[in-house]
């Protein structure tokens, strides 16, 4: 098993580009989550998936949206990328109700 | 507001010494909590968990403590070891069994 995976590992984006960021489980989990991580500020949730056919917003959602586009693929785009949005995303997935998630190796995003 | 805390962003210790990572929250609802570990360049990997009902965990040299009556909760490893250098954080499962709240992480240092 591959576990969570994510495309790509590292880009780099100028302010006002747009970028879709891929992940994907093959663990069967129905639960999918975005995080991303700065400095000093721990894991915070963008977005979630609950199930296959449903998202919900987490504590930093603006500026992102969401496709859970089957029960494997869960996929963050940035439709205008800002230099705030400079990070690290992560991607993890788990059984409900509440199964610890397990998280993929995240992709290091830079919006100059 | 950040509901997970980790007061301290790094540690060191000496190998074979006690290592104590801490932890607080604020959220009384929270049910479930976590600890994770990071090495650079990949993703948290889940290390050991404790429900609300109990008071200690115990995985090997990890034992996890929560106070509830202080909102506390604190990862021990014993005895350390140079290869559990990493950042360590907290996390708690909120009332919606989707929502996982992240501290902002300790990097703790074992010297050899």
């Known amino acids: 098993n591959a576990g969570v995976t994510q495309t790509p590992k590292f880009q780099v984006l100028k302010t006002g580009q747009s970028m879709t960021l891929q992940c994907a489980q093959d663990m069967n989990h129905n639960s999918m989550y975005w995080y991303r991580q700065d400095p000093g500020m721990g894991l915070r949730l963008i977005y979630y998936?609950?199930?296959?056919?449903?998202?919900d917003k987490g504590e930093v959602p603006n500026g992102y949206n969401v496709s859970r586009l089957n029960k494997r693929e869960f996929s963050l785009r940035l439709e205008s990328a800002a230099p705030s949005q400079t990070s690290v995303y992560f991607c993890?997935?788990?059984?409900?109700?509440?199964?610890?998630?397990?998280f993929g190796p995240g992709t290091r995003l830079l919006v100059l | 507001d950040q509901q997970v805390k980790q007061n301290s962003p790094s540690l060191s210790v000496q190998e074979g010494r006690i290592s104590i990572l801490n932890c607080d929250y604020t959220?009384?609802?929270?049910?479930?909590f976590l600890w994770y570990k990071k090495y650079p360049a990949e993703g948290p990997t889940f290390l050991i968990s404790i429900s609300s009902i109990k008071d200690k965990n115990e995985d090997g040299r990890f034992t996890v403590f929560l106070n509830k009556s202080a909102k506390h909760l604190s990862l021990h490893i014993v005895p350390s070891q140079p290869g559990d250098s990493a950042v360590y954080f907290c996390?708690?499962?909120?009332?919606?069994?989707?929502?996982?709240?992240f501290g902002s992480g300790t990097k703790l240092n074992v010297k050899p």
């Open positions: 998936s609950a199930s296959e056919g449903t998202t």
């Open positions: 959220n009384s609802m929270f049910d479930y």
């Open positions: 993890a997935s788990n059984f409900p109700p509440g199964g610890e998630p397990s």
């Open positions: 996390a708690a499962r909120g009332y919606n069994f989707n929502k996982f709240y």
